[in-house]
């Protein structure tokens, strides 16, 4: 069964500042990845996703990701975050074999802003 | 693109009654939707999958008579909670998956706040 750990529970950045949120999985083959974000109250919007192919992925709102099969890893980066920025984003793994697709989450990190 | 859909947005009700959530895709087809429920400061725990037109899968522990799950259509979901305690009070949150294109991401609904009083 697959699993993801997302170590960093809460990280303040400042307005401005580089930010990179840390995602790890566990899974037999190459998963599916994804970045979530969610306001408060609200639903989970995609931020972007990996499935094959380059590496490092583009997403919404100036957010890429790079995949690192040998760390298991695929952590989220932003060069200057803005103060819209501040919401709990999910890392999540998807099973890549037929019949199984159900999506992982991580934990969470909640991502603060000060000006 | 991809956008789904949640009604109501919250909802209040007494203690034994029954609530249903609906959840839409509104500009794709959805083979699968999935339910989650997210308790404060937390992760989403996926309750069931449901494929249109046949029975919903339900996660380890959870309650398939309390929670009961319709997939009807390749555009609506239904969750009804029934005989609704306050420990059912939670955040429930659907998501979609279509086909082709669509046929690997979940996109998720704004959610449903429920509380029971």
């Known amino acids: 069964a697959q699993s993801v750990t997302q170590p960093d529970i809460h990280i303040t950045v400042s307005e401005g500042a580089s930010l990179e949120l840390r995602c790890n999985y566990s899974?037999?083959?190459?998963?599916?990845l994804f970045w979530y974000v969610q306001s408060p109250g609200q639903g989970l919007q995609l931020l972007l996703k990996?499935?094959?192919?380059?590496?490092l992925v583009q997403g919404i709102k100036g957010f890429e990701a790079e995949f690192k099969r040998s760390q298991s890893s695929f952590n989220l980066r932003k060069p200057s975050v803005h103060w819209s920025d501040a919401a709990e984003y999910f890392c999540?793994?998807?099973?890549?074999?037929?019949?199984?697709?159900?999506?992982?989450f991580g934990t969470g990190t909640r991502l603060t802003i000060i000006p | 693109g991809a956008v789904v859909s949640q009604h109501p947005s919250w909802v209040i009700c007494k203690s034994g009654t029954s609530v249903k959530i609906e959840c839409r895709s509104l500009?794709?087809?959805?083979?699968?939707m999935f339910w989650y429920r997210q308790f404060p400061k937390q992760s989403l725990m996926l309750m069931a999958t449901?494929?249109?037109?046949?029975?919903?899968?339900?996660e380890q522990g959870v309650e398939k008579d309390k929670f009961l799950i319709n997939h009807a259509s390749l555009t609506l979901s239904t969750l009804t909670v029934t005989s609704a305690h306050p420990e059912d009070s939670s955040f429930y949150i659907c998501?979609?998956?279509?086909?082709?294109?669509?046929?690997?991401?979940?996109?998720f609904g704004p959610g449903t706040r429920l509380t029971v009083l």
């Open positions: 998501s979609a998956r279509g086909g082709l294109q669509l046929a690997k991401t979940q996109y």
């Open positions: 899974y037999g083959a190459t998963p599916y």
């Open positions: 990996y499935f094959s192919g380059d590496t």
């Open positions: 999540a793994v998807g099973a890549t074999n037929f019949g199984n697709e159900k999506l992982t």
């Open positions: 500009d794709f087809q959805a083979t699968t």
């Open positions: 449901s494929n249109e037109g046949s029975k919903a899968t339900y």
